[in-house]
């Protein structure tokens, strides 16, 4: 399993994270939140007991569409698409994450079987659900196998340069323990470090660890237990 490696700045007198040294591929790990549906993010979050209170109402309606019977919903599909909806830029670029957050799915593309329904713009209609009715108004339920035409050609300005959303140029990031992301050599990394409160030089130690899918699932941030997403 991969696992990047992390450098935490940390004030053992009050049990608190100053500060995270990172490189750029857990930045990809932590930007590539944004890309998610956010049926996707409750999915993946749902087995710790302290992220769903934490998104107030969004978990409650997650259990009811999954609770729901069937009759309620046009079909099966319709329930499939809030629970597990597809991040749009999973194929191409999150693939590419050294923590492959969601693995546990695989990104499958169907259509329908004339094989070449198209849209106004003349691009091939592809669904990432099986039974979505098409324009023709078949069933999309043949699976691609074939995927050069979905447009997955790496772009070589985005990936040969290290990252996959920032460059890699940066080898190191400061990352908060509010997750805000800077890179140290910046006036803003300097004005960051500048105003951490004044302590005890004694009491500040610097821990490497490792983190895998399971830590960043995880919602704990302490000294003692260094897991920073939330």
């Not at 009050?14 to 956010?38: C, E, K």
């Not at 659900?129 to 699976?143: D, F, L, Q």
């Not at 895998?212 to 920073?228: L, M, P, Q, S």
Request: charged share 20%.
């Amino acid at each position: 399993m991969s696992i990047i490696s992390l450098k935490a700045v940390i004030d053992e007198a009050n049990n608190r994270v100053l500060f995270v040294q990172a490189g750029h591929d857990f930045v990809d790990t932590l930007f590539s939140f944004l890309t998610m549906p956010l049926g996707e993010i409750i999915r993946l979050l749902r087995g710790s007991s302290s992220v769903l209170p934490m998104m107030g109402g969004m978990g409650y309606i997650y259990n009811s569409v999954e609770n729901l019977d069937q009759k309620h919903f046009w079909s099966e599909t319709c329930r499939t698409m809030l629970l597990q909806p597809r991040n749009g830029y999973a194929i191409r670029y999150c693939k590419e994450l050294k923590l492959e957050l969601d693995n546990g799915m695989s990104l499958k593309h169907y259509n329908c079987s004339t094989y070449n329904c198209k849209d106004s713009s003349a691009s091939i209609l592809l669904s990432y659900y099986s039974n979505v009715t098409c324009c023709c108004g078949r069933p999309m339920k043949h699976e691609i196998t074939k995927n050069y035409f979905l447009g997955v050609e790496k772009n070589a300005a985005v990936f040969d340069c290290g990252g996959v959303f920032v460059t890699g140029l940066v080898t190191s990031f400061i990352v908060s323990d509010e997750l805000q992301v800077i890179p140290p050599s910046t006036e803003a990394g300097l004005k960051f470090l500048s105003k951490l409160p004044v302590m005890d030089e004694k009491s500040i130690v610097q821990r490497s660890f490792d983190v895998g899918v399971k830590e960043v699932r995880n919602t704990k941030i302490c000294a003692n237990d260094v897991y920073i997403l939330y």
